[in-house]
């Protein structure tokens, strides 16, 4: 059969509507760079929604997916795997200290669906204590978590014994967590709710609360992990030591994955608490286990921080007064304007930059980690044209 309507006119048939698309169809991609059906090239400051850390089409995840695709594909947790196997070892290795048993899924709302499953379990307590802005999926469980109401209300009733405390206010933190308190599930930096870092004090100060009540921390790295803020793991900034670390989006390279890091607060977990038909697969590992190489080898959290503080310097010095404030951690940077971001995110485009927005009024940025100094200029530049 041939195919002879366009991407755009297929998806809008076929499509169900949830996403609101942008008029841009893209096929191709190499380290920051993305090309249209047209052969139109652009910078990427989207990364796939902070998918892209290592760069579009990576040759050490090429060959890997490559070699194991022709090797195995499928392999049920069930049962042991070589490369499964050797990616969990290195992963534990490299994140935080005591964070050595990991559960693998298959995307962010998976792992956050994961963890809270784990605390529950663990504690034997119901309540997750969620932060205003917050984002973590739209599965049920991870959607109670979430806060914006656009997201939540249609769906009502959502899962019991959720509430929402506002980021930053440790002494609302404090009230909230009681002695059916299983979970403080928070985001290192918020994303999607406005790209917003949280203050060293809050994050210990919640540590330490939920150290004293006997609830767990679970922090929410699914868009700051693997090196987006200038440290492989955002909670490295401050030292935290959470009792689970949730991971998803840049962790194998766009190649669909999550994952949950269980520290030494939480029970060993017996057989039929979870699972997951494709969680652990080999394909997944092998993409990932490249992934975990090029950060290291190409020194890409510290690439992130050092571009990131000159990318946060110069949009700072940019002179409009659309500018409210400028703030982010490593290539995880956000622009909050006095007007809607829309329009500038299409002029963006049209100039050849690919953004996001976090929330209304917020212009985010986070471009692969492997973007290049020229690049970022020019992204520079397209900013402040698009917001004269
Ligand atoms: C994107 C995101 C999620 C959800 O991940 P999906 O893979 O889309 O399910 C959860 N938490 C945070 C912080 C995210 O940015």
């Known amino acids: 059969m041939t195919v002879t309507l366009d991407p755009r006119t297929l998806e809008a048939r076929h499509g169900t509507g949830v996403y609101a698309k942008r008029p841009l169809t893209l096929v191709r991609g190499q380290e920051a760079t993305l090309w249209d059906d047209a052969g139109r090239a652009y910078l990427d400051c989207a990364s796939g929604q902070g998918v892209a850390n290592v760069g579009h089409s990576h040759p050490r995840v090429v060959a890997a997916v490559q070699t194991q695709a022709a090797t195995l594909v499928t392999c049920q947790e069930a049962v042991h795997n070589d490369v499964r196997a050797v990616y969990l070892s290195e992963l534990a290795g490299v994140l935080p200290a005591g964070l050595d048993r990991i559960f693998l899924c298959n995307s962010g709302a998976e792992a956050v669906e994961a963890a809270i499953k784990f605390a529950r379990a663990s504690t034997g307590r119901p309540g997750v204590v969620a932060a205003m802005r917050g984002f973590h999926g739209r599965t049920l469980g991870a959607l109670s978590a979430t806060w914006e109401a656009h997201y939540r209300e249609p769906f009502a009733p959502l899962v019991p014994e959720f509430g929402h405390v506002p980021y930053g206010n440790l002494a609302a933190l404090e009230a909230a967590i009681t002695d059916t308190t299983a979970a403080v599930l928070l985001e290192v930096v918020q994303g999607e709710g406005g790209v917003r870092p949280a203050s060293e004090e809050f994050l210990r100060g919640a540590q330490r609360l939920c150290r004293e009540r006997g609830a767990l921390l679970l922090t929410d790295e699914v868009q700051t992990g693997f090196g987006r803020t200038g440290r492989m793991f955002a909670c490295e900034h401050t030292g935290l030591e959470p009792d689970l670390l949730i991971l998803g989006k840049a962790i194998a390279g ?23 038909t494709f969680g652990g697969n080999p394909l997944a590992c092998a993409a990932a286990r490249a992934v975990l190489d090029i950060l290291r080898e190409e020194n890409l959290p510290a690439e992130a921080a050092r571009k990131g503080e000159w990318l946060i310097d110069r949009l700072r010095a940019l002179p409009h007064r659309r500018i409210r404030e400028v703030r982010g951690r490593g290539l995880m940077v956000g622009l909050e304007l006095r007007d809607r971001v829309a329009p500038h995110l299409a002029a963006l485009q049209e100039r050849g930059v690919l953004a996001l927005p976090a929330g209304p009024s917020v212009l985010r940025l986070l471009p692969p980690l ?19």
Do not use: K, N, Y
């Open 254 to 276: 766009g190649v669909p994955m999550g994952a949950v890091a269980l520290g030494p607060r939480v029970a060993q977990m017996t057989p039929g608490t979870h699972g997951s």
């Open 370 to 388: 492997v973007i290049s100094d020229a690049e970022l200029e020019q992204v520079v530049q397209a900013v402040d044209e698009v917001l004269a």
